[in-house]
């Protein structure tokens, strides 16, 4: 079986986008505007890993502007952004694209969301 390498990541995504970008691409060519979905979901993925690294020693609930206890506004963010990768990844539809092998496509798809999942469950 040969190892699909793809196009390289873009140099200004930083290690958790390009490790994103290099699970997708090694599925086979993607078609320009699907690798526009996939530069913003690896840019979206490494903004995420900035939040959770602004986030760690941080108290998870802050005052708010009348004195209450309110959640830290990088948390809201972090989901936002979080929903934001999901639907960009989803959009990919990678389960669909012919790469050879229903299977094969199918596991791309998979590597990919367990790769998502696994950066989200680090903020846990």
């Given at each position: ?30 078609r ?7 530069l913003?979901?690896?840019r ?8 959770e ?28 952004h ?22 094969e ?20």
């Amino acid at each position: 079986m040969t190892t699909r390498r793809g196009p390289a990541p873009p140099k200004d995504l930083a290690p958790g986008g390009a490790e994103l970008w290099r699970a997708i691409v090694k599925t086979g060519p993607l078609r320009a505007d699907s690798l526009r979905i996939l530069l913003d979901a690896c840019r979206e993925a490494d903004l995420i890993d900035e939040l959770e690294a602004a986030l760690v020693g941080q108290p998870r609930t802050v005052k708010g502007s009348q004195g209450q206890s309110v959640i830290h506004p990088i948390i809201s963010e972090l989901r936002q952004h979080r929903s934001v990768l999901s639907a960009l990844l989803r959009s990919l539809d990678l389960a669909s694209l012919d790469r050879g092998g229903e299977d094969e496509a199918r596991g791309a798809h998979e590597a990919a969301i367990s790769l998502a999942r696994a950066r989200w469950a680090k903020a846990s």
